[in-house]
């Protein structure tokens, strides 16, 4: 495993210095937003299945997603040296520097929504009937899924900003 960690991992297929994983999660968000917002619109339009059939696929897709670039940041890809072409990025100040602060943000974002949509998703699995129909959980339901989606907003804009940042922007 040790070995395996001071890799460089898998090249991505955008043609910056982005691994595999980061590609794919970079751009899996532009399609996650989108359903996201349709998701939300079926739900207001009162299509409560398609809404909870929706949002199942894209937690499920995200899930998966997330796991696997976990997987590649902690075992596969030495992101740090990806980044060492960055302008914004200094090794030796790795947590302070442009990157690294873009990191921080970001994950001051991801994290937090990670834990929020779940709690939504078990939450509304637990308190609404099959099939789904607006009852006593559907206040709470929405207080907590409106941050929950715009948390998702903020980790995929913070979440670009970092990937441009440290892969696509060179010296």
Known sequence: ?????????????????????????????????????????????????LHKRLQLVVAAVLLVAVALFEIDMQFLTDWESRAEGSPYFDPAHKWTCPVGIALIVHLCFAVPTFVLWIVVIVQALRHFPSPPAPGPHSRAHTRLSKPAAVGLLMTAITGWIFYVMAFVITK
Not at 5 to 23: E, H, N, P, W
Request: overall charge positive; hydrophobic content about 55%; charged content about 15%.
């Open 1 to 49: 495993m040790l070995l395996l960690a001071q890799t460089r991992g898998i090249d991505g297929f955008l043609g910056t210095r982005g691994s595999l994983m980061l590609d794919v999660v970079f751009l899996a968000m532009f399609a996650v937003l989108p359903l996201m917002g349709i998701g939300i619109q079926l739900a207001k339009r009162k299509q409560y299945a």
